[in-house]
């Protein structure tokens, strides 16, 4: 097992021209004091809506840390993977995310669950945990409704990730990580201590676990939901993960990891407060933030810039359902909200990024706008060379943006 820093941040590239301007968030963040490690995430489906492979993002990443002279520590996670994705991910990443939010609720065999239930009789009754007030009380009934819901999706997590080991020539130097954030209902810290035994059962080496959480995580726009039942929960989940570790021998260094965790602005200070408080690592997940970024570069830049940036925002609106569709779980967009492609054309520089700028005290702000741009990018891959020299000709626009994006936004509220 590759041991996993204590503080990771997840940075996407989907276009792999960015990853100089993020790892300069991260060097002027450790100018700051602020020690987290670069973990460069895309998964399979950005791939497929790209058109790129995961060596390319290798080899982005690979090269900003040359060329910045970044000497610490940096990963490259296989985002969101399964059995069947997980193959050309294997030789360039070393960290995977083993995604079985898919398998959930889908029944383990009888044997499996009778199994679990026996071995454990340490989840069933009045269980309490160190830093939670009122401990849990579970029944053997939750125990075997969790088991039945979430054991099969844990031994998927096993499979993937022996062949993952197999696939390596049988040595495990990577961090693992197991998603179940893509789905319907949050996971309560209760199903979390039972899901955790049993990752451990299956013999999973895990560091980190992404568990849906109470309340919307809509990409690129704040969090929606009740920040005081999300306060509690977060802390909740610590405790159940320290304890998991001591109870089940998982490996020390296991932490939370926030999936879509960009832009989550109102949350950050119960995050930096709890991890404050119990010394606990964090990893999270950023991605489409930072192409987001890029278009606001474009649009600053006025010119062909402002143009193509008009012009990308007109295709997602037409093409609105079709790129909805594989996001549906994690955007929330009112149609009435969104200007229309005419309105648009006629706006400055001023007028787009200040719509689609995460400033939530700008009146023009527009998180509908956001979200939909935010999963507009394969109409940029569809311009091909177009987006991508117009990246190269506005790099040092583009790059301003990004960095500040990560550093002011992001790292220096969540860590700072
Ligand atoms: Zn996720």
Same mark, same amino acid.
């Given at each position: 097992m590759k041991t996993c820093p204590k503080f990771t941040f997840g940075v996407g590239d989907r276009f792999a021209h960015g990853a100089h301007a993020q790892l300069t968030a991260f060097i002027e963040a450790k100018k700051l004091g602020i020690d987290i490690v670069?973990?460069?995430?895309?998964?399979?489906?950005?791939?497929?809506?790209?058109?790129?492979?995961?060596?390319?993002?290798? =080899?982005?990443?690979?090269?900003?840390?040359?060329?910045?002279?970044?000497?610490?520590?940096?990963?490259?996670?296989?985002?969101?993977?399964?059995?069947?994705?997980?193959?050309?991910?294997? =030789?360039?990443? !070393?960290?995977?995310? #083993?995604? /079985?939010? !898919? !398998?959930?609720?889908?029944?383990?065999?009888a044997e499996d669950v009778a199994a679990f239930i026996a071995k454990h009789p340490e989840l069933i009754g009045t269980v309490s945990i160190e830093g939670i007030d009122r401990p849990f009380e579970i029944t053997q009934a939750d125990v075997e409704k969790a088991a039945n819901k979430f054991l099969k999706a844990t031994q998927k997590a096993a499979a993937i990730y022996q062949h993952i080991v197999a696939a390596?020539?049988?040595?495990?130097?990577?961090?693992?990580?197991?998603?179940?954030?893509?789905? !319907?209902?949050?996971?309560?810290?209760?199903?979390?201590?039972?899901?955790? =035994?049993?990752?451990?059962?299956?013999?999973?080496?895990?560091?980190?676990?992404?568990?849906?959480?109470?309340? $919307?995580?809509?990409?690129? /726009?704040?969090?929606?939901?009740?920040? %005081?039942?999300?306060?509690?929960?977060?802390?909740?989940?610590?405790?159940?993960?320290?304890?998991? /570790?001591?109870?089940?021998?998982?490996?020390?260094?296991? %932490?939370?990891?926030?999936?879509?965790?960009?832009? *989550?602005?109102?949350?950050?200070?119960?995050?930096?407060?709890?991890?404050? $408080?119990?010394?606990?690592?964090?990893?999270? *997940?950023?991605?489409?933030?930072?192409? #987001?970024?890029?278009?606001?570069?474009?649009?600053?830049?006025?010119?062909?810039?402002?143009?193509?940036?008009?012009?990308?925002? =007109?295709?997602?609106?037409?093409?609105?359902?079709?790129?909805c569709e594989p996001y549906a779980t994690v955007i929330d967009i009112r149609d009435e909200k969104l200007p229309t492609a005419e309105e648009v054309n006629g706006w400055t520089s001023e007028q787009f990024t200040s719509a689609l700028r995460h400033d939530q005290a700008n009146p023009?702000?527009?998180?509908?706008? $956001?979200?939909l741009l935010h999963v507009g990018f394969k109409v940029a891959a569809q311009l091909g060379d177009t987006y991508l020299n117009a990246l190269v000709e506005n790099r040092e626009v583009v790059s301003k943006n990004v960095t500040g994006n990560l550093l002011e936004r992001h790292m220096k509220p969540l860590f700072l």
């Open positions: 670069p973990v460069w995430n895309k998964s399979n489906r950005e791939h497929n809506i790209i058109g790129s492979e995961p060596s390319q993002t290798r =080899a982005a990443a690979d090269k900003a840390v040359a060329d910045l002279g970044w000497t610490g520590d940096y990963l490259l996670d296989a985002d969101h993977i399964n059995l069947t994705t997980v193959d050309r991910f294997v =030789a360039p990443c !070393d960290f995977f995310t #083993l995604d /079985v939010a !898919d !398998d959930i609720g889908e029944a383990a065999t390596k020539g049988g040595v495990d130097e990577f961090v693992t990580e197991v998603s179940m954030d893509e789905t !319907d209902s949050p996971q309560t810290p209760p199903e979390l201590l039972i899901i955790l =035994a049993a990752i451990a059962d299956q013999g999973i080496p895990i560091q980190t676990i992404a568990p849906k959480f109470t309340g $919307r995580f809509n990409k690129g /726009v704040d969090y929606v939901g009740d920040l %005081k039942q999300f306060e509690t929960e977060f802390n909740d989940d610590l405790a159940v993960i320290a304890h998991a /570790v001591k109870t089940y021998g998982l490996p020390a260094t296991l %932490k939370l990891s926030v999936h879509s965790g960009s832009d *989550k602005f109102s949350i950050y200070p119960i995050i930096k407060q709890a991890l404050r $408080r119990t010394g606990a690592g964090l990893h999270v *997940k950023t991605a489409g933030t930072n192409w #987001l970024e890029e278009i606001i570069g474009l649009a600053e830049a006025g010119g062909s810039g402002l143009d193509l940036a008009k012009q990308i925002y =007109a295709k997602s609106l037409e093409k609105k359902a079709a790129l023009g702000y527009n998180a509908d706008l $956001r979200q």
